[in-house]
């Protein structure tokens, strides 16, 4: 039943194999393969520009305004120069995105952390390991989706995005998504899937079914975030449940 391959990934995610069965919605087919299609709503202003300090350049809205006009470069272009929250001050680099940009699968993540303000890719820790064994073991790469988090810049010791900078933030990813167009969205931990359903329910609650993003009514998927899951392996299991769902809903299979 299970390639050799996908037992690994399994075993890396702390799968137990007694645990890997395939859907009982048997509709699925063998794994691989992705193309892609969909919309966004565009992107809200950034925030107001503040008095440029003596020395250093000011913080200010990001330039353009509109970000909904940006083509690739110069989306990430702009994104480099960000400086609409303070998060500016601290960081290393920006964290934009990688992967394919015409991927079926969008993941969002919650910020950058320390491995990934030094490196300037999202997901390249130890969370990010995990997050390539899940990927893997529904036979997906992380150059076959597109990685992006909630927040571009790491926040300092890693404490959890404030209000102010998701807002800040939110042009850019809305970008993003609308450039992507993914068939479906998977939101990976709390502070994602809040911010983009705007909710307060928990992970363990917004799971199990699709939810629509924005205006064009993206499919998106909640899923518990890799950090998460290394902490709490026992949930393990619930994340392989959403995968299969994933994994299910891209192959046109029984959506739960
Ligand atoms: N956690 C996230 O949410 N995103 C990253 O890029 C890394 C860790």
């Known amino acids: 039943m299970l390639d050799d391959r996908r037992k690994a990934c399994l075993a890396a995610m702390g799968i137990p194999l007694w645990e890997q069965r395939r859907p009982a919605t048997a509709e ?5 393969a992705p193309t892609a299609e969909t919309e966004v709503e565009p992107p809200p202003a950034a925030p107001a520009a503040e008095p440029p300090p003596a020395a250093e350049p000011a913080r200010s809205a990001p330039t353009p305004s509109d970000p909904s006009a940006l083509d690739w470069d110069g ?3 702009a994104v480099s120069h960000c400086r609409a929250c303070s998060l500016c001050e601290t960081r290393t680099q920006t964290v934009f995105g990688v992967g394919d940009r015409q991927a079926r699968l969008m993941i969002i993540g919650e ?11 999202p997901f390249v820790g ?8 899940m990927l893997a073991a529904i ?5 076959q989706v597109y990685i992006a988090n909630i927040l571009k810049c790491r926040p ?3 404490r959890d995005p404030r209000a102010e900078e998701v807002v800040a933030c939110s042009g850019w990813l809305a970008r ?17 899937a809040k911010n983009l359903l705007d909710t307060d329910q928990s992970v363990g609650r917004l799971r199990g079914r699709v939810h629509a993003l924005g205006e064009a009514q993206v499919p998106l998927r909640v899923t518990y975030h890799p950090a998460y899951l290394l902490r709490r392996p026992e949930e393990k299991a619930k994340a392989w449940e ?4 994933v994994w299910r809903q891209l192959h046109g299979g029984t959506v739960q």
């Not at 910020?111 to 890719?121: K, L, N, V, Y």
């Not at 130890?126 to 064994?133: E, S, T, Y």
């Open 126 to 133: 130890r969370a990010g390991q995990l997050l390539d064994n």
């Open 176 to 192: 993003q998504i609308a450039l992507v167009e993914p068939e479906l969205i998977l939101a990976v931990g709390g502070v994602a």
């Open 75 to 77: 989306l990430e272009a």
């Open 156 to 158: 300092p010791s890693n």
């Open 111 to 121: 910020a950058p952390g320390a491995e990934e303000d030094r490196q300037g890719e």
């Open 242 to 245: 959403d995968l299969q769902a």
């Open 28 to 32: 699925a087919p063998e794994l691989p």
């Open 139 to 143: 036979g997906l790469s992380r150059e």
